[in-house]
């Protein structure tokens, strides 16, 4: 059964301050996977989604690297703001039947 | 872009009964709708899968005849919690595949008293 670990469970940064987002997954036969935003009480938003045959994706002051064979990817965020402030969460997907298996997420707090 | 409804936005009830939450997908057909729980800092856990007109596919651990799932159109997916107690409070959220991509809606907040 795939297990999704984000690290940290919560971070609190400065504004202006880079953010780092990790997420390890235990089984790398992963088809996709998918960095979302959740706000407090709100659903999901789609941020950034790598296939398994990719490195990376780019969005504006987001990027999000995949190493497939060591089971971990990772969320960059620029010039943090306060309206960064929310649950980032990471999922994987084994196949393109969209099924996803989440990490708890990370709550990220921006101080301005 | 495409848009996923979900209703209502939140509920509360007594102990015992019935809640129906409806996900609709507003302006495309959703070959597939899945339902997600989420406790309080947890993460998402997948409940359900459900085909247009056929039957769901529930994962393990969920309790089919205690969350039941009606898929009668490509556009809309209903989850019926049945004989609600306290434990089935929480934070439901479906998600709905078309166009090549997955949409999700923006959840329903169930607090059973």
């Known amino acids: 059964k795939q297990e999704v670990t984000q690290i940290p469970a919560a971070l609190s940064v400065p504004e202006g301050e880079n953010l780092v987002l990790n997420c390890s997954f235990t089984?790398?036969?992963?088809?996709?996977l998918q960095w979302f935003r959740q706000d407090p009480g709100k659903g999901l938003t789609s941020l950034l989604l790598?296939?398994?045959?990719?490195r990376e994706q780019t969005s504006g002051r987001l990027n999000a690297s995949l190493d497939k064979s060591s089971g971990r990817s990772t969320l960059y965020i620029a010039a943090s703001q306060p309206g960064d402030s929310a649950t980032y969460l990471c999922?994987?997907?084994?196949?393109?039947?969209?099924?996803?298996?989440f990490g708890a997420g990370t709550t990220v707090t921006v101080r301005a | 872009g495409a848009v996923v409804s979900q209703h209502p936005s939140w509920v509360i009830c007594k102990s015992g009964t019935s809640v129906k939450i409806e996900c609709r997908s507003l302006?495309?057909?959703?070959?597939?709708m899945f339902w997600y729980r989420q406790f309080p800092k947890q993460s998402l856990m997948l409940m359900a899968t459900?085909?247009?007109?056929?039957?769901?596919?529930?994962e393990q651990g969920v309790e089919k005849d205690k969350f039941l799932i009606n898929h009668a159109s490509l556009t809309l997916s209903t989850l019926t919690v049945t004989s609600a107690h306290p434990e089935d409070s929480s934070f439901y959220i479906c998600?709905?595949?078309?166009?090549?991509?997955?949409?999700f809606g923006p959840g329903t907040r169930l607090l059973v008293l």
């Open positions: 790598i296939q398994s045959s990719q």
């Open positions: 998600s709905a595949s078309g166009l090549g991509t997955q949409y």
């Open positions: 459900s085909n247009e007109g056929s039957k769901a596919t529930y």
């Open positions: 999922a994987v997907s084994p196949s393109n039947d969209y099924k996803l298996s």
């Open positions: 089984d790398s036969a992963i088809y996709n």
């Open positions: 302006d495309f057909q959703a070959t597939t």
